[in-house]
């Protein structure tokens, strides 16, 4: 099993800056990518970033630019740099690991940005 723990959500007005951070632990294999999604109130959950053990990364349109995702493979940790803040990212933001056909989740993590 793999536990996918984030931290580094919360409040922050428009125009500002988060880092979050995804640490998992467990039995993790490798290759793997791993990667954010977000799940607005009332909107289903969509893919953010991914990035590959080899470093290779994703981005959806709405982000690319403004956030950056990063991995440490030797902690097992993913992070995400979110830059230029808009309202509309506010949502619970849920780390995701994939190997093969299995995936994880964390339980999410909080991020409001205010007007």
């Known amino acids: 099993q793999v536990q996918l723990v984030e931290s580094g959500g919360g409040l922050v007005q428009d125009g500002g800056s988060l880092r979050l951070s995804c640490a998992a632990s467990?039995?993790?294999?490798?290759?793997?990518?791993m990667g954010w999604y977000r799940q607005a109130p009332g909107k289903q959950r969509e893919l953010v970033a991914t990035i590959t053990s080899s470093g290779s990364t994703y981005y959806d349109d709405s982000v690319k630019g403004r956030f950056t995702i990063s991995r440490d493979n030797a902690k097992n940790t993913v992070y995400l740099q979110m830059n230029s803040l808009k309202p509309e990212d506010t949502a619970v933001y849920y780390c995701?690991?994939?190997?093969?056909?299995?995936?994880?989740w964390g339980r999410g993590t909080q991020v409001n940005v205010s007007s």
């Open positions: 467990g039995s993790i294999f490798s290759p793997n990518t």
């Open positions: 995701n690991l994939r190997y093969r056909f299995t995936t994880y």
